[in-house]
């Protein structure tokens, strides 16, 4: 072998080996650094889920806090609503008219009380002027509830007082041809209409209405106050 030969020979040796080197440490690199990717990877992922683990613990606890004061919130409404229907059965006017003021206020249409609580402040209004439309609204709301009953036959005595009698009738009879199933407002609206078409001098339809209620309320049951 010639020292060309020799030459030529090594240094394709060498170059191989350069070749070859670099190429194995860099694999020794490339799993390395695999291996720091997958513990930085573990380490976030575990403290991540003790973070997410904090988040549904705290939120279980915002959720009981929540319900409590729903619960709470409610039962305070519900006395609040209870004194003020009480206030106004005992007399008590003036405190009704407060407690139902308030009510009015805080309350929304999806509340389950809704209707009534507008139908007591209606009743507490000191004129006729601020309690009808808000009886019309009951009735334009609620027209198949007992409370669109009641707000009917108490816009029906506003106008009686007024000496609007044809127009209080039209209340008087939508109680009698749609709201029957309310016994009691259903009674009164009875005998306050058989009032009326006297008045009116009306006196077939009078003794039609007296007739109606004594066979339906042989005891005299629901008579107006």
Partial sequence: MTMLNFFLLF??????????????YSRENSDLKKNLYEMEIGRL?????????EVVMKAK?????LFLFIGFYSVTFAATLQEGISA??????????????DLYERSKPDNANYAKIVLYYALTRLKASEAIPV?????GSYPRQEEAAA?????GNYYSMLGSYQKANQYFNNIINNLSMFREVYAKAL????ETEIILQEYDMAERRFDGYLNQFPQGEHQAQ
């Fill in 88 to 101: 106004y059965e005992q007399g008590q006017v003036s405190e009704a008219r407060t407690i139902f003021a």
């Fill in 135 to 139: 009886f019309e609204k009951i009735i």
């Fill in 191 to 194: 005998l306050k209409s058989g």
């Fill in 11 to 24: 240094a394709g040796i060498f170059f191989v080996f350069l070749k070859f080197l670099p190429s194995k």
């Fill in 61 to 65: 606890n915002i959720l009981w806090i």
């Fill in 151 to 155: 707000a009917a036959y108490q816009i």
């Fill in 45 to 53: 992922l575990c403290t991540l889920n003790r973070f997410l683990k």
